[in-house]
């Protein structure tokens, strides 16, 4: 595997339900990002995380919540989720020391919430 | 206002046209540019960034970027069906790292 892999590619849920989307990154990098992309929309930075401490929190509502416990692994949790939650969320890694503003991007986890 | 507007097309061209796509911002720190491409289903890539203004070149992309009109742009030359996908821009400050500003994307079709 190399990149970042995201999975599920597609997750259909009830309002009520809890699931999880998983992100791992095989670059080495020590930055993790979890994105969502709706119809439209500029991408949303949701959450940010460097060497596993999260260092940004863009007023996200507390049904979605992330997770790194390790450099090469995001996970963002989901429960009681909105019909407008309903979007692609993209998860991005970068390196301190590569090109500016270079993120390296998953292929996204497509959520349908019914 | 948005930080980032970008117009979201869709834009189509004919094969070997030449293509311009463009950003405007309002946040006057912005320091660091980018453009990323968007294939249907699929992740964006980073295909070029530039710092502060100027132009830059890579293959049939060119970058360009006027930060006295707060105005970005990229020019495809010879445009390839291989080019259709989304476009978008993306910029950051000098110090926010973490946080890059994206326009919504331009949707690009180049016909055989």
């Known amino acids: 595997e190399t990149g970042v892999t995201q999975t599920p590619r597609h997750l259909v849920m009830g309002m009520t339900n809890k699931k999880s989307l998983k992100c791992e990154q095989h670059?080495?990098?020590?930055?993790m990002y979890w994105y969502k992309q709706s119809a439209k929309k500029p991408l949303e930075l949701m959450f940010v995380?460097?060497?596993?401490?999260?260092?940004e929190n863009n007023s996200v509502p507390s049904r979605f919540s992330p997770e790194c416990p390790n450099s090469s692994h995001l996970f963002l949790h989901l429960h009681t989720l909105q019909p407008e939650d309903s979007a692609l969320y993209l998860c991005?890694?970068?390196?301190?020391?590569?090109?500016?503003?270079?993120?390296?991007f998953g292929e996204g986890s497509r959520l349908t919430v019914l | 206002q948005k930080e980032v507007e970008q117009d979201p097309g869709p834009l189509s061209v004919p094969e070997g046209a030449i293509v311009s796509l463009n950003c405007t911002y309002s946040n006057s720190a912005f320091q660091y540019f980018m453009w990323y491409r968007q294939y249907s289903r699929k992740g964006p890539e980073l295909l070029m960034y530039?710092?502060?203004?100027g132009n830059k070149e890579d293959g049939r992309f060119t970058a360009q970027v006027d930060k006295s009109s707060k105005y970005i742009s990229l020019f495809i030359g010879d445009s390839q069906p291989s080019d259709s996908a989304t476009y978008l821009c993306?910029?950051?400050?000098?110090?926010?790292?973490?946080?890059?500003?994206f326009g919504t994307g331009t949707r690009l079709t180049v016909i055989p």
């Open positions: 530039t710092y502060s203004s």
């Open positions: 995380y460097n060497f596993k401490e999260q260092t």
């Open positions: 991005a890694s970068s390196q301190a020391s590569g090109a500016p503003g270079e993120l390296f």
């Open positions: 670059l080495g990098h020590n930055a």
């Open positions: 993306a910029m950051r400050s000098q110090t926010g790292a973490n946080n890059l500003f």
